[in-house]
């Protein structure tokens, strides 16, 4: 089944007004057989709320900073074939929407001071 990601593929921007990048972060959706939320919306909220720290991405691109792992249910199926060295967060519900604002945050302070 092909992945469709809903967001185009940009290379790393600066801002202008901080001159820090803006990182990457790869999208790796499940199959989606029985998703119990709607796992685009999450993504496209997340992205509204980091639109100048983070560009959401194909999982295949280059020089990731992180990786979402969206699941439609618990049974985590994105997290199959993961690489275990990149820094990532799974989602599998609605309900961890908040937990993964707080991870994004993190990982722009980790990724804003070195």
């Given at each position: 089944?092909?992945?469709?990601?809903?967001?185009?593929?940009?290379?790393?921007?600066v801002?202008?007004?901080?001159?820090?990048e803006?990182?990457?972060?790869?999208i790796?959706?499940?199959?989606?057989?029985?998703?119990?939320?709607?796992?685009v919306?999450?993504?496209q909220?997340a992205?509204?709320?980091?639109?100048?720290?983070?560009v959401?991405?194909?999982?295949?691109?280059?020089d990731i900073?992180?990786?979402?792992?969206?699941?439609?249910?618990?049974?985590?199926?994105?997290?199959?074939?993961?690489?275990?060295?990149?820094?990532?967060?799974?989602?599998?519900?609605?309900?961890?929407?908040?937990?993964?604002?707080?991870?994004?945050?993190?990982?722009?302070?980790?990724?804003?001071?070195?």
């Open positions: 089944m092909n992945e469709v990601v809903p967001f185009l593929e940009m290379p790393k921007q801002r202008h007004d901080t001159l820090f803006v990182k990457k972060i790869g790796k959706y499940c199959g989606g057989c029985n998703p119990s939320y709607e796992r919306e999450i993504v909220r992205q509204s709320q980091f639109n100048h720290q983070f959401f991405v194909h999982r295949d691109q280059q900073d992180g990786m979402i792992l969206m699941s439609g249910c618990p049974k985590a199926c994105s997290a199959q074939d993961l690489c275990r060295t990149i820094n990532h967060f799974s989602v599998t519900g609605e309900n961890d929407f908040e937990s993964l604002m707080d991870w994004l945050k993190l990982l722009a302070d980790i990724k804003g001071e070195e």
